[in-house]
Structures are given as C-alpha cells and as structure tokens.
C-alpha cells in the first residue's frame, strides 16, 4: 500500500489531478513566478509559474556587453570591430563590381538626350506671394458687442462652359503674331519667313508599287537627335506638314488654344520651336492652303477659325460664330472657298473673298452633331459629313437649310464616327474611323445611295478622354495606304493598306505614349505622330 503523504508529520489525502506527476521542463525554459494578484473577495492568490524561452536573449545580451567591452578598449581615434567589418563589406563590394565590370557597361550605355522644343517654365517666386494686410483684433478681444451684419449674397455658379469662353476668348479681328516663347516685342525670325513663302516645285514622281512602298516605310526612322521635340504645352489635338520640300516644317495645335510651329533643321526659339496662342480652346482641326502654302487655317472650339498671315505677322480671322465648331475643309480648288462643321449639327459655307467673318450660308443637318466634313478632291461639289453613326455624301449645291437629302450614305457602323475621308487621289475610296473599334473602307467610285463596304479591319480605337481619338488618315502621295495610331505595346503607328493588311509598324524605344495625331508629308517620305503631352515625333528616310 502506498503510503500517505504527510505535512508536518500530518497525513494529507490528495486528488489524482494533485498526484500526477509533475510537469518536466526543457533546458531552454526557466519557471518565471508571476506578481501576485487579489480576487474578487480580496484573498491574495499567486499565478502558476509560465515557461519562457530565455536562452535567446541571454545570449543577445552577453554579446551586447562583449561588444560594448571591446569598445571600451578602443584607444581614442582608432576604429571599432562593427566599423572595421563595415569596411570590410564595402572593399568585398568592390571586388565583385570590379569582377563583372559593372562600372564599365555603365559608361557604354546611351546617354539621356535632354529634352528638344519648349523649356520648363520656372515659376516666379516673387509674383506668387500674396502680402496680407495685418490681422485685426477680433471685437470680443476689443471687448466690443458684436455688430448686426447681413451676409452677402452667395456667387453664382457657372454651369455652362460656353459662358467661361465668352470671357476668355479673343478680341475679334486680327492678333499679332508674337510667339509666347521668346522676349516681348520680338520680331519673327528671318528664316520662317523665307521657309514659309518658298515656291514649291511639283515633282511628278511615279508611284511606288506595294513591295517598294513597304520598303520605303521600313527605311523610315526616328532620328536619334532631334526627331522629338515639346511643340506646344498640353494635350495635341491637330498637326499638319508644311508643304516645302527643303525643310520639315510643321505644326501643331493643342487643347487650350495654343498653335506650334517646328522646323527641324533650324534653332529657332526653343530648339526650332515657336509657340503662339491665338485661340483660347482646342484646335480641332488644322491645314496649310493647297493652293497658298502660306496659308495656315486653324479651328478651334471657341468658334473662331483663323488664316495664319506670317508676311503681315497676324492671325487674320475668318469666320467666327459664338462657340463649337469642330472640323472645316476646302470647298474650292483655289481654297477660297471653305465647308466648316460644328457640334449642333450645323454646316456652313464660307468664301473668304467677302468682307467680314460670317457664313454665306447655314444648313442644319438632321444629326445631333458633326464631328467631320471632307470635300471629294476632284469632284468639289460632294460634302462628306461624319454624323452619329452614318456618313452622308452631301451635293453642295443641292444643300436647304434643313432636311436635305443625302446623295449617298455609308452605314455599317454601330457607335459614333471620329473620322471620314475620301482617298487624296480619286476619291474612289473612303475611311471611316468608329468608336466600335473598327476601321472601314467603302467604295465611293461610283455614288450610289447605299456606298459598298469592301473591307473592315478590328482596331481598338477607345482612348478614353484624356487622349485625342484616333483617326485614320490617307498617305496623300498614294489612294490605297492610310495611317493611324495604335494603343497596343509596346506604343506604334500602323500602316494599313485598304484591303486591311498591315504593311508597316513604326516602333521605336522613344515612344512610350499613345501618338494619337498622325499625318504624312504630301510630298516627302516623312511621317509625324503627335501625343498627349504636347510632344511631335518625326520618321524620315
């Protein structure tokens, strides 16, 4: 039997939870007793005894105070055993940098070019600081009643943005040429002048067949220096070659009104840039006079459409209507004649010939607006108008002040239309460009009511609203190739041929943002794409 056990020579009866065996502990766990605590009746108990692993931080700690000897040790001057194995680390860096050379490849490397065109404006610090008059003791301070005030009437709010324009936009008349970029009272310089009146030469060249056309394209590249440059400030929305051969003179209209010009083999302004500001919002659209290539048109929202007089240094101002206007086109071959569309669905006639900036004659169309209007280049008298989801080929000489009557129609799209142009050529074909993400061709040899789809090519074309829809645009030295930009990756401009086979991607390292402005030059083997910060980028051979 076992025997009881006993306290004090008393014997004490246990339960079997008391008489188990009691629990063994790891070298590395030490018994911690617990602060005691009182219960709810005020009796002082003590907690059981926690296992805590301690062997860790006893072992932190000694060497802590080894460190902390050795340091003491140190004579003054000299270095301790962490700074030693510090330089220790940095020299074994060294060594492995030194072994892959590293430090060479980067010299290798191609340098950062600095940025061409526009410069970043510095703000002056000095014309920003507001001087506050001093602060008034309040008249509880003064220890004075308060007087009765009423509160003065809350502003009126501006919801419409016609009414912001009508205060900003410019005076009518013409405004002086002076470009925002240089000192005031500068004059043009000499060699814009020359460039802009110099006499074109015609070349009749023969048109390359296919294979020769796509291997021009590939010899076509962005220039290392100089073939991208900030032409205006903010987002492109329009963009144009100068017809001259010699140079590659562009330009360029952006969001708020502001028109760039660039002559890439000049230093000119900011690097061959002149920036000038006649409108106040975007210019939508933009061409130089086929017949006078010193002739600059520009249109804008704010409903001004201006000629761009270099020899007089002014921009001349041809038609103005209270705001809207979208897209214009010439409606003569002498181009004294033009065709204007704005977002009310409304077209309108315009011969610059007659005194004043009003129309001589308006045509509401029965669209809810009028996002382009291009005119046949051979037969003048068809209008092309890009209404909501249908395309109309108007006679001009048949156009009423409302409800006319369409010579041919384009149908087949199912969102709103961006663009419509005939082909430079003949005019047999057309491109239309839709927010459905496709791209398509018809056939316009012959006018018929219902115009034949020859071919419809899958492009995504939604670009948001930060970005400047993409157009498809026609090469006008050929009637069968059009380009257009893309928002695939990495970023490229694609040529098309209108049988919808991919004849060339311009792709290179530089461009990183959509190019949503593209045009070829009329007579040159150049191509310019335009993107959202304002930026051009030149391909040439």
């Known amino acids: 039997m076992k025997p009881a056990d006993t306290e004090n020579g008393v014997p004490v009866r246990r339960s079997a939870k008391e008489g188990c065996k009691p629990k063994t502990f790891a070298p590395d766990e030490v018994m911690v007793p617990k602060p005691s605590f009182k219960d709810n009746q005020g009796t002082k108990r003590k907690r059981k005894a926690l296992p805590l692993k301690v062997e860790g931080r006893i072992e932190k700690v000694k060497e802590k105070k080894k460190v902390e000897d050795e340091d003491k040790?140190?004579?003054?001057?000299?270095?301790?055993?962490?700074?030693?194995?510090?330089?220790?680390?940095?020299?074994?860096?060294?060594?492995?940098?030194?072994?892959?050379?590293?430090?060479?490849?980067?010299?290798?490397?191609?340098?950062?070019?600095?940025?061409?065109?526009?410069?970043?404006?510095?703000?002056?610090?000095?014309?920003?600081?507001?001087?506050?008059?001093?602060?008034?003791?309040?008249?509880?301070?003064?220890?004075?009643?308060?007087?009765?005030?009423?509160?003065?009437?809350?502003?009126?709010?501006?919801?419409?943005?016609?009414?912001?324009?009508?205060?900003?936009?410019?005076?009518?008349?013409?405004?002086?040429?002076?470009?925002?970029?240089?000192?005031?009272?500068?004059?043009?310089?000499?060699?814009?002048?020359?460039?802009?009146?110099?006499?074109?030469?015609?070349?009749?060249?023969?048109?390359?067949?296919?294979?020769?056309?796509?291997?021009?394209?590939?010899?076509?590249?962005?220039?290392?220096?100089?073939?991208?440059?900030?032409?205006?400030?903010?987002?492109?929305?329009?963009?144009?070659?100068?017809?001259?051969?010699?140079?590659?003179?562009?330009?360029?209209?952006?969001?708020?009104?502001?028109?760039?010009?660039?002559?890439?083999?000049?230093?000119?302004?900011?690097?061959?840039?002149?920036?000038?500001?006649?409108?106040v919002r975007p210019v939508a659209c933009m061409a130089f006079s086929r017949s006078h290539p010193t002739d600059l048109l520009t249109l804008s929202y704010d409903g001004t459409l201006r000629s761009t007089d270099v020899e007089k240094c002014v921009f001349d101002e041809v038609y103005r209507i209270k705001d809207g206007l979208r897209t214009f086109d010439f409606l003569s071959h002498d181009c004294s004649t033009l065709v204007t569309g704005d977002w009310y669905g409304d077209v309108a006639i315009v011969d610059r010939r007659t005194p004043g900036t009003s129309h001589e004659s308006l045509h509401s169309l029965d669209t809810k607006t009028v996002r382009c209007v291009h005119v046949h280049p051979v037969q003048k008298q068809y209008i092309m108008v890009a209404e909501n989801s249908i395309v109309s080929i108007y006679d001009a000489r048949c156009l009423k002040a409302s409800s006319s009557e369409p010579v041919s129609q384009l149908y087949g799209h199912s969102k709103s239309i961006s663009s419509a142009y005939f082909s430079p050529g003949t005019g047999n074909r057309v491109v239309t460009t839709c927010l459905d993400d496709n791209i398509r061709i018809y056939d316009t040899s012959e006018l018929t009511s219902r115009a034949p789809l020859l071919t419809s090519i899958k492009h995504q074309l939604n670009t948001g609203r930060w970005l400047s829809k993409l157009q498809a645009v026609w090469d006008p030295k050929r009637d069968d190739c059009f380009v257009v930009g893309s928002m695939q990756r990495p970023r490229r401009v694609q040529v098309f041929h209108e049988s919808g086979k991919l004849q060339h991607s311009f792709q290179d390292p530089e461009i990183t943002t959509v190019l949503s402005v593209t045009a070829f030059h009329p007579t040159r083997n150049a191509l310019l794409g335009g993107n959202a910060s304002g930026r051009l980028y030149v391909f040439t051979d």
Request: some cysteine; charged content about 35%.
């Open 73 to 279: 040790d140190i004579q003054p001057g000299g270095l301790s055993t962490y700074e030693l194995e510090r330089l220790e680390n940095i020299r074994q860096n060294q060594e492995f940098l030194s072994s892959i050379k590293l430090l060479e490849a980067k010299k290798d490397l191609k340098p950062e070019t600095p940025q061409r065109g526009l410069k970043r404006q510095k703000l002056n610090k000095v014309a920003w600081t507001e001087i506050l008059p001093p602060r008034t003791k309040s008249l509880r301070i003064q220890k004075k009643e308060a007087e009765s005030l009423t509160l003065p009437p809350e502003p009126r709010r501006i919801y419409y943005e016609a009414e912001r324009i009508e205060r900003a936009r410019k005076p009518e008349g013409p405004i002086s040429m002076e470009p925002v970029n240089m000192e005031e009272d500068s004059s043009l310089p000499p060699e814009l002048l020359k460039l802009w009146t110099e006499d074109l030469i015609k070349e009749e060249k023969e048109e390359l067949d296919l294979k020769e056309y796509r291997n021009t394209l590939k010899s076509m590249e962005l220039s290392e220096i100089g073939g991208v440059a900030k032409v205006v400030k903010s987002r492109i929305f329009s963009a144009a070659f100068h017809p001259c051969s010699s140079c590659l003179l562009m330009a360029a209209g952006d969001k708020w009104g502001g028109v760039g010009l660039w002559n890439l083999d000049s230093d000119m302004g900011d690097d061959g840039v002149l920036l000038f500001e006649p409108h």
